[in-house]
T-cell receptor, first 114, second 115 residues
């Protein structure tokens, strides 16, 4: 199994809602990532978990809250989002965080904030 | 700080012709460089990487990339383009952040292959 699975594929939420994005991998990877991507732009790093511990937070607003319940799962909890947070949210994983590691990406969750 | 630049927003090529998508890098120390491709409404797919060794790196779907240290470039190439190669291509570099490393992407180049 070489897949990273993200759910839901699409999400529409209001600015007062609370929702969660989910990501799962069964490749035994110990590093997992959240990226945000606007249309026709590069993915922007948000968070990195290494061995289930948050190792990188790219100064992301607190309305985004990551969680890594175990080595296979990564969640992104959303609360009080703004319309400008509408984007494709990509999850990725890698064996480790060494410099030669390649990332495996999920297909993303397309988020619209109304 | 490590970074990559993709000077072209769009590259147009006819099917069967060779293609090149350009990338230059700015890295202190050894560069760890990658190419990814993204099809519409999809995640990114790994094509190839340069870590060390041969300057010509071969990857998926017939793509290859040439690492040139003197020109600080890592251009993606394919001898004969296919219409199905039309997609958004990202060059990326591993960079150190806080307590770990992460992949940081260039702005992307849209490749359009016409039949």
């Amino acid at each position: 199994d070489t897949e990273v699975t993200q759910t839901p594929k699409h999400l529409v939420m209001g600015m007062t809602n609370k929702k969660s994005l989910k990501c799962e991998q069964h490749m035994g990877h110990r590093a997992m990532y959240w990226y945000k991507q606007k249309a026709k732009k590069p993915p922007e790093l948000m968070f990195v978990y290494s061995y289930e511990k948050l190792s990188i937070n790219e100064s992301v607003p607190s309305r985004f809250s990551p969680e890594c319940p175990n080595s296979s799962l990564l969640n992104l909890h959303l609360h009080a989002l703004q319309p400008e947070d509408s984007a494709l949210y990509l999850c990725a994983s890698s064996q480790g965080t060494g410099p030669n590691e390649k990332l495996f990406f999920g297909s993303g969750t397309q988020l619209s904030v109304l | 700080a490590q970074s990559v630049a993709q000077p072209e927003d769009q590259v147009n090529v006819a099917e069967g012709n060779p293609l090149t998508v350009k990338c230059t890098y700015s890295v202190s120390g050894n560069p760890y460089l990658f190419w990814y491709v993204q099809y519409p409404n999809r995640g990114l797919q790994f094509l190839l990487k340069y870590i060390t060794g041969d300057n010509l790196v071969k990857g998926s779907y017939g793509f290859e990339a040439e690492f040139n240290k003197s020109q600080t470039s890592f251009h993606l190439k394919k001898p004969s383009a296919l219409v199905s190669d039309s997609a958004l291509y990202f060059c990326a570099v591993r960079t150190y952040r806080q307590a770990g490393t992460a992949l940081i992407f260039g702005k992307g180049t849209t490749l359009s292959v016409s039949s």
